[in-house]
């Protein structure tokens, strides 16, 4: 199980949203402290609180952003990079999920199958499943590295 992960869900149980709960989990990786981070990602939960694009996906890029980063304008290889790496990270949870939108993803029948995390803590509300499967998705990423 997913040390992260678990943790992810815990920040989400104790009140962040899924983008804060996501992002927070990797503060060593962004450097930042946890306070910081949930203050940065605290307008991404529910899709932008409009549905849109869901807070995990946006914790997740902001994740890798931190890790790999396109941080002078003119660096246009390291801007292609971080690109690539927002393109793989869709690749992948899309392997999982037929959505990136918040609202049509919370009318999806929960899909703990396709996180052995939420399996194992047996999470059976989709917010939390797609939190985990964030987690464990950066994670991989990240090992790969």
């Not at 402290?33 to 902001?62: D, N, Y």
């Not at 396109?70 to 949870?93: T, Y």
């Not at 929960?110 to 464990?136: F, R």
Request: net charge negative.
């Amino acid at each position: 199980m997913s040390k992260r992960a678990e943790l992810a869900n815990t920040y989400h149980e104790r009140g962040y949203s899924c983008a804060q709960a996501v992002a927070c989990a990797f503060c060593d990786v962004i450097g930042l402290k946890e306070e910081q981070v949930a203050s940065l990602l605290s307008g991404f939960g529910g899709g932008f609180r409009a549905g849109e694009i869901c807070g995990v996906i946006s914790g997740a890029i902001t994740v890798l952003g931190a890790k790999w980063p396109h941080a002078v304008a003119e660096d246009q290889a390291a801007k292609e990079f971080a690109a690539e790496k927002a393109r793989e990270f869709n690749r992948l949870w899309r392997e999982k999920f037929p959505e990136v939108r918040c609202e049509p993803l919370k009318e999806l029948p929960c899909a703990a199958q396709h996180s052995p995390t939420a399996q194992k803590l047996g999470l059976e509300k989709n917010c939390a499943v797609y939190i985990v499967a964030a987690v464990e998705i950066v994670e991989q990423m990240l090992s790969e590295a």
